[in-house]
């Protein structure tokens, strides 16, 4: 079996940092925080976004405040963990791995989940597919 | 029914105008009858002309031709709002009959359908014309007719609404008229058409449409909606005539659209009174003739009210461009209905889907999905949404 080539966490930032011009960057103590806004389409709203790695974990997607809105007051936003954070991949080892850049991973699967989330708002349907909850057991993050 | 998009777009949108045309696009493919549902129109009227004119018909000696007119003519044609059947105009022209009062005619043309035991079980005899119903599909409405051989030029007489005198009209110099509004100054569209379709006014399939038809059923769509029913609804061809009068020629759809709207709002409002509206082939004839004031004012706040949307919709106040794709929705319902909008986003999604499994998904900097042969863009990896 190949192993896998880890990303450094400065590297991560730089990749992010590159690709997204507006976007600022944070290591403290190996946790990397990266802050910037995203306007997936000409017609979508622009989100204020915050993207959260370590090594060794699932990085994880922040759109803090009240800027994600279920349809009814205390209603479920689709394929989330919680009202400000989107799920956008199925925590297993072939999903996302350590050699993968979050600017090229992380960052358009956000672009697209706001896609698909605004559609919902706009038609209560979600049209991005995905996996439930429930169907499987939370796995180990693949290091 | 979803249908397919036959244009087929390399890039994703990069505009508000460019989202918006494609969105317009679907909502009028998913309005119009499909290429299967014309062709099957265009044999069923096909095969009526061959039963007028067969041997051993009453009507052979006055050489009956079939042939369409209005929406489906000009390749304009939206299902009536909450209705699943089309409403198709034909034309049943006689010839070296006009010297036979209306009545006469009307009656022989329905013998003769009722004479096929087909036809008699789905005919109907409204005002002026024979209805054939399709059930489930559309219905042809067959308008007896004889030349006008005073003018020519594809003109004929038609019975007026009582059947009691002969009227004049000119559906294919109207057709002509349009097709001549839709190529005027649109220099690509004028090549397409020769390649594609006879220089002469014919039928057009649903898969080649200049912008100028997509205005007028665009028109139509609001029209239903915003009349919804009502007995002072504007008549199609008041739309189609001032589409084609004020259409600019601009390449994309939703300003083109927005052109016509301006030029119909300021015309308008520099006419308190009510205007005559000119049929274009025939100066004299007046589409508006049963206008009065209170019809006018109504059209009036009709095209005003459409203006506005589609204003706010391609230049929105930041508080509504904060709303995303939310509000445009909402304004797009309110235009065209919000099934045939919603409709239509779900072709989108499909699209988007498409592309991201296919590897086709790009992003461009600053997180802008886009398509992957767009240069700076780096491929989107699939992925899969997780959770409730």
Known sequence: MNRIKTIGIRDQAAWVRSRNPGFHCDVTGGLLTCRGRLQPGPMNATYEVVIQYRVGTWPKVYVPGDQLRPLEPGGKIPHTYAPTEPCLFYPSRTSWRSDMKLSHTIIPWLSLWLTFYEMWRATGEWHGGGISHGAVKELEPAA | ?388
């Open chain 2, 1 to 388: 029914m979803l249908l397919v998009e036959p244009q087929t777009h390399t890039a994703l949108p990069s505009n508000r105008a460019e989202w918006l045309d494609r969105h317009l696009a679907r909502v009028c493919i998913l309005s119009e009858l499909t290429a299967i549902q014309f062709r099957n129109a265009e044999e069923k009227y096909h095969a009526v002309g061959d039963w007028l004119a067969a041997d051993g018909s009453s009507l052979a000696v006055f050489a009956p031709e079939v042939y369409p007119q209005g929406s489906m003519l000009l390749g304009t044609t939206v299902r009536p709002y909450g209705q699943s059947e089309y409403d198709l105009d034909l034309v049943c022209q006689l010839h070296w009959c006009a010297q036979q009062p209306p009545l006469t005619i009307y009656d022989w043309v329905h013998q003769r359908m009722a004479a096929n035991e087909t036809y008699l079980e789905m005919l109907e005899k409204l005002k002026r014309c024979l209805r054939l119903n399709y059930a489930g599909s559309f219905h042809l409405d067959i308008l007896p007719a004889c030349p006008n051989d005073r003018i020519g030029n594809g003109s004929i007489i038609v019975p007026d609404r009582k059947l009691e005198c002969w009227k004049h009209s000119n559906p294919k110099g109207f057709a002509a008229w349009f097709l001549e509004q839709c190529r005027l100054r649109d220099q690509l569209a004028e090549r397409m058409l020769k390649a594609s379709v006879e220089p002469l006014p014919s039928a057009v399939p649903s898969e080649y449409k200049f912008p100028l038809q997509r205005i007028v059923q665009l028109m139509k769509r609001h029209r239903d909606i915003y009349f919804s029913g009502g007995r002072d609804i504007a008549r199609s061809v008041i739309l189609t005539t001032l589409a084609g009068r004020f259409y600019g020629g601009q390449r994309s759809l939703s300003l083109a659209l927005e052109g016509v709207l301006d030029g119909i709002h300021f015309a308008m409002e520099a006419t308190p009174t009510v205007p005559r509206v000119e049929n274009p082939t025939h100066p004299g004839e007046d589409f508006a003739d049963t206008w009065d004031q209170a019809k006018y004012e109504r059209f009036k706040s009709y095209i005003r009210n459409f203006r506005t949307e589609l204003k706010a919709l391609l230049y929105p106040s930041l508080t509504e461009q904060r709303m995303g794709l939310e509000k445009s929705t909402e304004r797009l319902g309110h235009l065209f209905g919000s099934d045939r909008v919603n409709d239509a986003i779900r072709i989108e999604a499909n699209e988007l889907n498409e592309r991201r499994n296919g590897g086709k998904l790009g992003i461009a900097a600053g997180g802008v999905l886009t398509a992957i042969s767009q240069a700076g863009s780096a491929a989107v990896p699939r992925n899969q949404f997780f959770g409730r």
